[in-house]
C-alpha cells in the first residue's frame, strides 16, 4: 500500500520524534518510520545535559510539562585538575544555565505526545530505502509485518543517526565529509546512588578524563576515559568507583557515593561532519549529519538546532510557497553545527590525556586547563559554548 504524507520523518530518535511533534503544531503533517520497537528507542541511555534551545524546542513540540517539572537547573560545571576543583559559574559569567533531563525521558515524552496527537509513527520497519529524491514525490519504502509498504511525501527527513540509511542514499560523489576519530573512549556507569556534587565534574588526571554527571539526584551517570578496544570485563565496579575517586581528587571516597551498576558501557569518540546536509528533497538533521565528541554535551542539542532550521524552512515552504529557506538550511545549520564542533573538540583534547608518546600535548592541554580556569575571559568562552550559541 502506499500512503501520503507531508514530511517523511526517518528516526524516532530526539531528531526526528522533535520534528514531526514541531511540525504537526504547526499544521504541516508527517509519519515517521523507524526500524526499533518503542521501547527499545525509550531505553537508550546517552545524552543528559539540554541548552535552553533544546527545551525551548521541547515547548515548542508541546512536550516540555515534565521536562520544566523535573529536569535539574544547573549555573555551573565543576572542573578537576590532576584532583583540585574549581567552579566555572555559568550564571554569573553569562547569566544562562543548562537543564539536566535524560535523553531516555526527553524520547518518552515525545513518543506520548506523539501517541496523544493521533500522529502516525510506524515502529519495527525494516530495510528503509530511499527513492525518487530529486523529484517533487519523493518515496520511502520498507517491510512492516512482513509486508512491503511504501509512503510518498514532499519532503524526506533523515533523522535516522550516524548507521542511518539516509545519508548513504546521497551519492557518493556529492557527499563533502570531515572527520576525525580520537585514540581514547568512555566507559560509562549509571548507578542508582547520589552524585557527588550538585552539579557535573569534569575532570583531567594523569590517569585520564573522568566525568561525574546524574539524571536525578538519586542517579548517577559517570564516565571515564578508557582505550577503544577496552575489554569490560577487566573493570568491575569496585574498579571503576575507586578509579572515578582518584580521577575527581577523592580518593578516600567521601563524596562518591556508589551503588550496584544498573549499566556499564562503552563509547567511541569522534568527530563527523556531513556538510551535504540536503540531496533533492531530502534533508538531514541530527546525528545522521553530525558527530561530536560528547565531551561538550553537544550531539543531542545540536539534533535540536538542526530541528529547529529545518521545522522553519518546511513550514515556510508550505506558508509561502517559497523554497528560499529550505536552499538555506545546510548554510544556517552547519554555521552552527562547526561552532559545536570546534568546542565539543577544544573539551576533548583539552581534558583527556593524550596517550603515550604524547608529552608535548599533554603539558599543552594541562597549561590550557590551568590558563582558563585562572582566566575570567576564557571561562566566559567556555560558559558561552556550553550553555549553548544562540539560534
Ligand atoms: P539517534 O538518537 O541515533 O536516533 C536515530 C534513530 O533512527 C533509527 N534508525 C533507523 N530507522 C529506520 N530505518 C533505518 N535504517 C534506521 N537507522 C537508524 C534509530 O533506531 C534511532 O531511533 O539520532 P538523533 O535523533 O539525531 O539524536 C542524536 C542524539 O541521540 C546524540 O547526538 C546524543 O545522544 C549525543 N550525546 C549527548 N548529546 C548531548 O547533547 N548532551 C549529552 O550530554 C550527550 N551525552 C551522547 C552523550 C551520546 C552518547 N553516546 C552513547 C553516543 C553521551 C553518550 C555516552
Ligand atoms: C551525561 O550525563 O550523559 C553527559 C553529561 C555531560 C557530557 C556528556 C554526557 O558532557
Known sequence: ?????????????????????????????????????????????????????????????????????EGLTHDGIEIAIDGHRRRVDFRGLVGASVTVYGQTEMTKDLGNRRAASGAETLYEALD?????LETKRPRLQFVRDGREDEIEADFIAGCDG??????????????????????????????DCPPPADELIYARHQRGFALCSMRSRSRARHYLQAAPDED??????????????????????????????????????RSFVCETMRHGRLFLAGDAAHIVPPTGAKGLNLAASDVHYLSQAIVAFYRSGSQAELDAYPARALARVWKAQRFSWWMTTMLHNAGPGEAFQDKIHRAELDYVLGS????????????GLPY
Open 162 to 191: 550516524f548507521h542511518g540509511a539516509c545519508r548513504p542514499s546521497i551519492p557518493a560523489e556529492r557527499l563533502g565529509v570531515y572527520e576525525r576519530v580520537y585514540p581514547f573512549a568512555w566507559l560509562g556507569i549509571m548507578a
Open 128 to 132: 528503509v530505502s530511499l527513492h525518487d
Open 1 to 69: 500500500m502506499t500512503r501520503r504524507t507531508q514530511v517523511a520523518v526517518v528516526g524516532a530518535g530526539p531528531a526526528g520524534l522533535l520534528l514531526a511533534e514541531v511540525l504537526q503544531r504547526q499544521g504541516v503533517e508527517s509519519i515517521v518510520v523507524e526500524r526499533r520497537d518503542r521501547a527499545y528507542v525509550e531505553a537508550r541511555i546517552r545524552a543528559g545535559v539540554l541548552e535552553t534551545g533544546t527545551v525551548e524546542m521541547m515547548r515548542r513540540a508541546g512536550a516540555a510539562e515534565r521536562l520544566e517539572r
Open 376 to 387: 575570567p575571559a576564557a571561562q566566559t568562552s567556555l560558559a558561552e559554548n556550553y550553555v
Open 232 to 269: 569490560l570485563d577487566q573493570w568491575s565496579a569496585d574498579r571503576i568507583w575507586s578509579e572515578i575517586a582518584i580521577r575527581i581528587g577523592d580518593p578516600q571516597g567521601r563524596l562518591l557515593k556508589t551503588a550496584p551498576l544498573i549499566e556499564k558501557s562503552l563509547t567511541p569518540m
